[in-house]
T-cell receptor, first 108, second 113 residues
Framework: KNEVEQSPQNLTAQEGEFITINCSYSVGISALHWLQQHPGGGIVSLFM???GKKKHGRLIATINIQEKHSSLHITASHPRDSAVYICAVRGSQGNLIFGKGTKLSVKP | ETGVTQSPTHLIKTRGQQVTLRCSSQSGHNTVSWYQQALGQGPQFIFQYYREEENGRGNFPPRFSGLQFPNYSSELNVNALELDDSALYLCASSTNLGGYGYTFGSGTRLTVV
């Protein structure tokens, strides 16, 4: 079992839909990261959170430390949101432990 | 504030050869970590350098080695390349082992033939 599990693996949505991507982890963490990866490979950091909820524009990230679960929500999705979204937790060595990612495709 | 730059962006090597990949760290960052991402998978931790010393290593053989320089830029060296080494190699810079977040480079895509 991977230390960081994401669901779903693939997600297709229509423009305007509300999207939720889930992440569960099995290790103790100091922080959880949500990242966005575009087809070229570059990764952009969206959120770093250790408790509660953060919001940036149409993106919302929540974390429940007791349940070891986090969600990334996208409101009013748009085709430009199409990307791979990756959940990662900060390991004991200070490195990141990544999930496999969720490939999101938003159709116009 | 400069971002993280990786070079080269693409590289093709022959099995058995050696390769060096480079990563500049963001201004003010003293930690660089390297990751290997195979197609369709999440990145896997190779190793991390903090203030010029290796400070953590993932499950990769010794033919994967690295350096960090006084300006905190870093190199990843891979000897005796194997076909399975074909992947996207990502570096991320941070301050003090990632306690304040990470900045990623765009990656180097290595193909071993």
């Amino acid at each position: 079992k991977n230390e960081v599990e994401q669901s779903p693996q693939n997600l297709t949505a229509q423009e305007g839909e509300f999207i939720t991507i889930n992440c569960s982890y099995s290790v103790g963490i100091s922080a959880l990261h949500w990242l966005q990866q575009h087809p070229g490979g570059g990764i952009v950091s969206l959120f770093m959170l250790s408790s509660g909820k953060k919001k940036h524009g149409r993106l919302i990230a929540t974390i429940n430390i007791q349940e070891k679960h986090s969600s990334l929500h996208i409101t009013a999705s748009h085709p430009r949101d199409s990307a791979v979204y990756i959940c990662a937790v900060r390991g004991s060595q200070g490195n990141l432990i990544f999930g496999k990612g969720t490939k999101l495709s938003v159709k116009p | 504030e400069t971002g993280v730059t990786q070079s080269p962006t693409h590289l093709i090597k022959t099995r058995g050869q050696q390769v060096t990949l480079r990563c500049s760290s963001q201004s003010g960052h003293n930690t660089v970590s390297w990751y290997q991402q195979a197609l369709g998978q999440g990145p896997q931790f190779i190793f991390q350098y903090y203030r010029e010393e290796e400070n953590g290593r993932g499950n990769f053989p010794p033919r994967f080695s690295g350096l960090q320089f006084p300006n905190y830029s870093s190199e990843l060296n891979v000897n005796a390349l194997e076909l399975d080494d074909s992947a996207l190699y990502l570096c991320a810079s941070s301050t003090n082992l990632g306690g304040y977040g990470y900045t990623f480079g765009s990656g180097t895509r290595l193909t071993v033939v």
